[in-house]
């Protein structure tokens, strides 16, 4: 997903960036932390990050804020083991928890002092908050929800493609005459890098100079979300989905089954849980969870570009449906056409026949 996937050339106006713009340099990766956990949309983007700062030969930086103590250092490492040149470190207790005003503050007087010309954030609920503050402070061109991103090799700008009214296109977008370019990127739409522990850069401390009595909002309580019972979609390595193609409540039974069979978890197309056959925390798309399974069967599934986004990232996919025009065989590895209502249970035999005769 990393090169653009548009066949015509992009028609743009030539850059004509003002003389204090033409000196940002440097691809930036803001890294976000919750509770000592640092989000992994972070390192999948340092991956992307590192494609990009190599073509553009420039440092890639990773943007690490928080309270004061060895989670930063701790963070820092893993920002240069993901591929980082070097990080900026903003240590303040007003930064232990994440608020909106500390944190743009902190982050467009380090853009201000460093001046990167590609900042990139997480599309996550705490990334697009920051990231729509901070571009706004800045008076930047800030990309929502991208997936894919891009240099043009020949003006350096970059190329922020997203799905676009109603998922039914994709735009690229540029922002030409300021700096930086910032965009924000979706869990698991990226690959993940593998770490390279060997790998180490420098810490950069930056003075942010907040103080806490200047900050309106306060934490008053952390009530953390209870995830325990609730799908793992984006981190499953095999997604058995159903849509509508099923075509009644009681045959999603037979993706149910097959999943169980596999150990996957269960997705659906939006149809599919408008039909109401299914809880809408399960839907993979555009509105829905994005996955990278190592391998992922779609079951009555047309392929709509809105489902498409969610799940094309899957290195292997399996799609049953009883139209051979189906669009979702334009994009699948494997195509079985056929009535998934027979052909589920089928595969589910099979493959717990299969298992079985490997366990023993
Ligand atoms: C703003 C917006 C956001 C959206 N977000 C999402 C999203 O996040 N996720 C999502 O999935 N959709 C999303 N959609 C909806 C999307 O456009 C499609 O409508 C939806 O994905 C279609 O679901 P489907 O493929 O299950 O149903 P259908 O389009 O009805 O397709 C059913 C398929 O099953 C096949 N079929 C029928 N009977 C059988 C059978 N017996 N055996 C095998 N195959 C059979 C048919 O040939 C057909 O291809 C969004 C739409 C909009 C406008």
């Not at 503050?133 to 990309?143: D, E, N």
């Not at 735009?171 to 990127?185: D, E, F, K, S, W």
């Not at 269960?266 to 996955?291: L, P, Y």
Request: net charge negative.
């Amino acid at each position: 997903m990393s090169e653009a996937k548009t066949d015509k050339p992009i028609k743009k106006r030539k850059i004509k960036l003002d003389e204090e713009l033409l000196a940002y340099r440097g691809v930036w990766v803001f890294v976000e932390s919750e509770r000592s956990h640092v989000h992994p949309v972070s390192w999948e983007l340092m991956g992307q990050g590192r494609r990009l700062a190599d073509q553009l030969g420039v440092e890639l930086c990773g943007v690490v804020m928080g309270a004061p103590g060895p989670d930063l250092e701790a963070q820092c490492q893993a920002a240069f083991a993901y591929g980082a040149d070097r990080c900026y470190r903003i240590a303040s207790p007003v930064l232990a928890e994440y608020r909106n005003v500390p944190f743009t503050r902190a982050l467009t007087d380090l853009v201000n002092a460093h001046k990167p010309e590609i900042l990139l954030l997480g599309a996550t609920t705490l990334g697009r908050d920051l990231a729509g503050s901070v571009a706004t402070t800045l008076k930047t061109g800030l990309t929502a929800d991208c997936t894919e991103l891009a240099i043009d090799p020949e003006d350096r700008c970059l190329l922020s493609t997203r799905p676009t009214f109603g998922g039914s296109l994709l735009c690229t977008i540029v922002t030409l005459n300021y700096r930086p370019q910032m965009a924000t990127v979706r869990h698991r739409v990226m690959p993940m890098p593998d770490p390279q522990p060997e790998r180490t850069g420098l810490i950069v401390d930056f003075e942010a100079g907040l103080i806490e009595t200047d900050i309106v909002t306060k934490v008053l309580e952390f009530i953390p979300d209870d995830q325990r019972d609730k799908p793992q979609l984006p981190y499953a390595e095999i997604v058995v989905s159903g849509g509508k193609g099923l075509g009644k409540a009681e045959n999603f039974k037979h993706v149910w089954d097959l999943a169980k069979v596999l150990g996957g978890e269960v997705g659906a197309s939006r149809a599919a849980i408008h039909a109401g056959w299914i809880s809408a925390d399960r839907q993979v798309g555009q509105t829905g969870k994005t996955v990278r399974p190592a391998l992922y069967i779609a079951a009555g599934i047309s392929g709509a570009i809105q489902h498409r986004v969610g799940m094309e990232g899957a290195d292997c996919i399996i799609a049953i449906n009883n139209d051979p025009n189906a669009p979702i065989f334009d994009f699948a590895h494997y195509a079985i056409v056929g009535d998934c209502n027979q052909v589920l249970p089928a595969l589910g035999r099979t493959f717990a026949g299969y298992l079985a005769h490997q366990g023993s």
